[in-house]
């Protein structure tokens, strides 16, 4: 399935691309999966083999009015080959081409406490010259890390958190134990 959403997303990508439709097909894209999302009903129409392929494209007519023409297609492409079940996947690919197109990197700062603004931009600020990304920087607050930060760059994790921290150390206590007698 993975496969699948990556191939109809770089096609997608690729065609919005030569276009110059990419931000437009985006948030298109994001709109009509958002309302999949929302409503149960409407994803079970569209992903549902009980519903004829014309009923699911009368369905996209009335309801993506006014679509991106690169976009509608592509939906329509995926109704006919019943593909629609992929298209959350399709979505998460699709907008991880997009990001690297626009050099945009995802940053998570997870602390125990709320960090002050000028802390995060710095982390954020360091982080885009070490990759020559622009940042996309989030927050979360965590208690349950203790202390310390725990940084998500894209799809790597630095866990520099008291939680890990002592994880660690118990680890190693538990490893260095003599062995119980029988």
Sequence with gaps: MEEVAR???RALFEVASERGV?????EQFAQFVDALSADRELEVFF???HFSTA??????GRMVEGA???FMSFLETLVER?????IFDIRERYDELWD???KLLPVEVTSAVGLDEATVQSIGERIGRGTGNKIQLTTVVDPDILGG???RVGNVILDASIRNRLDQLRKQVVQARPPSPV
Aim: charged share 40%; hydrophobic share 35%.
């Design 82 to 86: 019943q593909r629609m079940p992929d």
């Design 149 to 151: 930060i725990v940084l």
């Design 68 to 70: 991106e023409e690169t």
């Design 22 to 26: 990419l931000d437009t097909v985006r």
């Design 47 to 49: 992903v549902s083999p």
């Design 100 to 102: 690297k197109e626009m």
């Design 55 to 60: 009923e699911k494209k009368d369905g996209l």
């Design 7 to 9: 191939v109809y997303a």
